[in-house]
């Protein structure tokens, strides 16, 4: 029974650039007053408007949940004891995301080197397809999800082979759709370090599919 | 035929290029670029957004909180303060220097140094960079060497480019740390400066770097670095 092959649809980007400077409105400089004033419930309001863009972008560089939910924890204890530091003059939304960033690197580069960390199983041999790689579609019986998380664990094998810096640049340019000038930025490096971190990661991704497309072309 | 390089494809592809009317012109073309082209277009097809799971807010915001000590009203308020704070180090400084005149008027001066707790994991790392450009220098220390230890092959360009301009910057904090006596701090940069210069002198083979990466998970000089600069309060206004 041949299973039609399901290319990957590129979804639309239904979120704002997570690193746009947008600028604070009165509700979060007043909440950084009473913070700052002993109020540490007035907290919550920054992380209601910024909990889902710190998760997301968390979630991009680690790859899984639970990381990104560690990383969204100290991400805000991080930011919280170092608010008294925060200069107003630059967007929360954006400052917060950069010490996410740098907190999924760092928790990345962690895990990598901690050799008792045990990832997620990785198949042993990828599968090969007709030029293309099959996934499941919602209504798609078992064969259909073997073949789904076959090709998930393809790509979780394919993006762990990238660096921390590759993964989070690669994620936040092509995912996310952040400027490369904002990624350099948040990354403190060049601009030209960025792109090449990109295009790095682009290269080893397009040769970890290879057996699954028929070889390098 | 002269073919285009696989990075300049990709850069096309991801729109980031700025010749993109000559790379089309090429595609249109040349085959054998097309179909790397179009390999490219599929592999970023397939490690494009994916929905991200929805974390819980009330459960991280709860056990956020307990994490949560208070900041007091007491925290400096940078303008209105400012005066007060000027008075103060001035009134510090007068002291000071009172200090030196005495113990240089009273027999010879001798630099304590602070004691070395934490060199290579003998002992917690307890000394912070004071200066924000420290803190900044080993930041980007931290991410060059990260980026080095998890780079097959020789160096690129601006790789080396970059530890030449850290090692330039390197000599004079090392100095900066012996001033002050800040042993660790000097030791901790002083191992940098020696992986620095490999890398800044490493021929271009595969084998010099894997020598180069061994040392440096050998010494636990990243280790040290991160430690160093996690320490210091200010290090976070780099990432503002």
């Known amino acids: 029974m041949s299973i039609p092959p399901i290319i990957f649809s590129r979804e639309p980007n239904q979120w704002a650039n997570p690193l746009s ?11 950084i007053r009473e913070v700052l004033g002993g109020n540490r419930d007035a907290y919550r309001v920054l992380m209601d408007r910024h909990f889902s863009s710190v998760a997301r972008v968390a979630f991009r560089i680690t790859g899984n949940e639970e ?35 740098n907190t999924a690197i760092n928790l990345v580069e962690r895990r990598n080197r901690d050799l008792s960390y045990r990832a997620p199983r990785i198949a042993d041999e990828p599968s090969a397809a007709e030029g293309t790689v099959r996934v499941a579609d919602g209504q798609a019986g078992p064969e259909g999800e073997l073949l789904g998380r076959e090709a998930a664990s393809l790509r979780e094998t394919a993006m762990a082979a990238l660096t921390p810096m590759e993964r989070a640049a690669f ?22 370090s960025a792109k090449q971190a990109v ?3 682009v290269s080893k991704l397009r040769r970890s599919l290879a057996p699954v497309a028929g070889g390098l072309r | 035929m002269k073919h285009l390089p696989e990075e300049d494809l990709i850069a096309y592809q991801l729109h980031e290029s ?46 956020l909180r307990g994490n949560l000590s208070v900041l007091g009203a007491d925290q400096p308020k940078r303008f209105g303060l400012r005066w007060k704070l000027i008075w103060s180090a001035i009134g510090l400084a007068m002291a000071a220097l009172l ?37 900044d220098h080993l930041d980007s220390a931290e991410r060059l060497l990260t980026e080095v230890n998890n780079t097959q092959g020789p160096l690129d360009e601006i790789t080396r480019e970059q530890a030449h301009h850290l090692l330039l910057k390197n000599a004079i904090y090392v100095h900066a740390a012996r001033e002050s006596g800040d042993v660790a701090q000097a030791a901790v940069l002083e191992n940098l400066g020696r992986v620095l210069t490999t890398l800044d002198n490493e021929p271009e083979t595969p084998h010099s770097t894997w020598r180069l990466r061994l040392e440096m998970n050998t010494s636990g000089l990243l280790l040290d670095i991160r430690i160093l600069r996690q320490n210091d309060d200010r290090n976070q206004g780099a990432a503002q």
């Open chain 1, 199 to 201: 295009f790095r990661a």
């Open chain 1, 171 to 192: 994620t936040m340019r092509h995912m996310e759709e952040v400027p490369m000038s904002e990624i350099a930025g948040a990354l403190n490096i060049t601009v030209n």
């Open chain 1, 67 to 101: 990381d990104a939910e560690e990383v969204a924890q100290e991400t805000f204890l991080r930011a919280y004891n170092k608010l008294p530091s925060f200069r107003e003059d630059s967007a929360f939304s954006t400052w917060i995301v950069r010490i996410t960033m």
């Open chain 1, 21 to 31: 400077n947008r600028r604070m409105d009165r509700a979060e400089t007043e909440a």
């Open chain 2, 99 to 135: 200090v030196v005149v005495f113990i240089a008027s009273h027999g010879s001066f001798t630099m304590k140094t602070r004691p070395n707790l934490a060199i290579n994991g003998h002992g917690p790392l307890t000394t912070e960079p004071r200066d924000p450009a420290i803190a």
């Open chain 2, 18 to 63: 700025s010749n993109e009317t000559a790379i089309r012109r090429h595609l249109e073309e040349c085959v054998d670029c097309a179909a790397v082209s179009e390999s490219i277009a599929e592999t970023l097809r397939v490690f494009s957004a994916e929905p991200v799971p929805k974390l819980d807010l009330e459960r991280n915001w709860q056990r």
